[in-house]
Each structure stands twice: as C-alpha cells, then as structure tokens.
C-alpha cells in the first residue's frame, strides 16, 4: 500500500446528479475513491488553486447528507465542506437563477404540538464566516451571478404550494429564510460536530416553491440553477486558501517520512500491516490511491 499525497482537501456535497455534474465539470483529473462501507467520492484538482477536491453525490434527505458527511469527513479528513445544488426561492425578488448563500442554516421541523398549536423550537447553524467572505468577495466579479446571503430553511419537504400550511408556516416562523432545501442542515450539523470545520451552503434558485414549480423545472431551470451555483462555488474555492502549514501541490509532494527511515502514516486508514522503507516510497514515487 502507498500513502496518497498530502493535500488540502475540501469536500464538496450534492444531492441530485445534475448538482454533481455542474460541479464535476470544474475539477480535473479526478480518480474515483470508494469507501469500506461503499461511499464513492471522485477526488481531482481545481485548477488555479490549491485544492484537491472531492465531490460526492449523497442523495436526497437531511438526515441522509449528516450520516454520509460525518462518515466522509472521518474518512478523508476536509479542511472545508460544501453543500451545493438548486432550492426553491421563498421571497419575491429571489428569481430563477439567483445564488443564495447560507448565512445560517435553519432545521424547520423542530418543535412542540400543544394544544395552542404547534410551537416552534428553532435550531439554526452559522455557515462558514471565512467562507462566507470569501462569498462575498467572489460574487463581487460575477456580473452574471446575482447572489443573495440570507439564511436558508432545510425540510424534508418539496415545496410545491406557496399556499400551504407548510409553505405558510415557514414565512411565519423562518420569514428572514431566502430559499428552501432538503440537506443543507444536515451536512452543516455534521461538520459542526466534527469540530474546527468550515462549512457552508450555496443554492442556486430553480422555482419559486409554488404550484409553477412543475413548469420552471421543464423548462431547464433547474440546470441553470444548478451551473450559477457551482460557478459560486469554484470561485470561493480560488478566494478561500488553506490553512497555513497545509501542503501546497504547486510546491511540489511533500517528503512522506519522519524519525530516519520509517515511513509516515499517519493521517492514514489502513487495514492489514504495512511494512516500507522510506527509500522504497521515495523511489516509487507511486501515486495509487489505496483507500478502503
């Protein structure tokens, strides 16, 4: 087995495929990883950054992405996470096509039914402030982009009725929220549980959760949305810079050993010995990823 080289690592978190393809089209050289438990990630560099990226496609659900976020972070070990894909907008000057980023992250579901009705007991995640600035500062040379920073709503909930009780009882309760999804809290919670993480959504706008929704997902939008907020993404990723003493692949790999001759794992999973020789690593100069 061979160590992978030491790279700063961002996770970057789809639901659906064509949120994944829009993203995938940005990274290069991608190889597929696969986890013991069967997760696959594609993991390949950004170009113009210091990035290795790897994307993943979780599929649909709040407590679907916090199960496979925590078991990829544990994994691969991300210096920031990214939930990208489409959202349903929630206020009437957020169009098809807008990016809203994730100033927090707010769970709808939480509460207690009373018999004075059903009380809200809201729980909100910040995204990313190093994130979110490098947001900021992106979006300022996108001309094409028009981004909104307002929380966002996740519910396991496609909204697709602006006037039912649910869609009433989210402008009521969460009526700063710019946009609803379905795992943006759940990635989110993952990587605040993991610790010193940084973390944030970005959603482009694909309908405005109402009884149009049908006829704006036909008509294309939802690629539109999807390609406006993987465009947000990468150029975050070119503002936001690793933390210092991350390797840099420009500099070159960096020297797998430590304390003579033994060979440097750590950081590493493996299963099974593994026996080496510095010398032998350095010789090989092999670049096989042999993750499980």
Do not use: C
């Not at 947001?135 to 009725?161: Q, Y």
């Not at 919670?189 to 610790?195: D, I």
């Amino acid at each position: 087995m061979t160590m992978p080289d030491i790279q700063p690592t961002v996770l970057v978190l789809t639901a659906l495929p064509l949120e994944y393809a829009a993203i995938r089209a940005h990274v290069v050289e991608r190889k597929e990883w696969v986890h013991r438990d069967g997760t696959r990630v594609e993991v390949g560099r950004l170009p113009g950054s210091s990035w290795q990226v790897a994307l993943a496609e979780l599929g649909m659900g709040a407590e679907r992405a916090s199960v496979l976020t925590t078991q990829l972070i544990d994994w691969l070990r991300p210096e920031a996470v990214l939930f990208v894909g489409i959202a349903g907008s929630l206020k009437d000057d957020i169009g098809i096509g807008d990016v809203v980023v994730g100033t927090q992250v707010y769970e709808i579901h939480g509460g207690k039914q009373s018999q004075d009705g059903f009380l809200v007991r809201p729980k909100a995640l910040p995204g990313s402030h190093a994130l979110e600035q490098a947001a900021r500062s992106a979006v300022r040379d996108m001309p094409d982009v028009r981004a909104h920073f307002m929380p966002i709503a996740t519910g396991d909930v496609v909204l697709a009725d602006a006037e039912s009780e649910i869609a009433r009882f989210v402008r009521r309760s969460y009526n700063d929220a710019g946009a609803i999804e379905m795992e943006g809290s759940g990635a989110l919670r993952a990587a605040h549980l993991s610790g010193q993480l940084d973390a944030l959504v970005i959603r482009g706008i694909s309908d405005r959760a109402d009884a149009e929704k049908h006829t704006a997902d036909a008509s294309g939008a939802q690629q539109r949305a999807a390609e406006q907020a993987a465009a947000v993404t990468v150029s975050v990723l070119h503002k936001h810079r690793p933390r210092e003493g991350s390797s840099d692949p420009e500099e070159g790999p960096q020297e797998a050993t430590y304390g003579g001759d033994h060979i440097d794992f750590r950081g590493g999973t493996f299963h099974g010995p593994v026996t080496g020789k510095a010398d032998h690593l350095l010789q090989g100069q092999s670049r096989a990823h042999s993750l499980t």
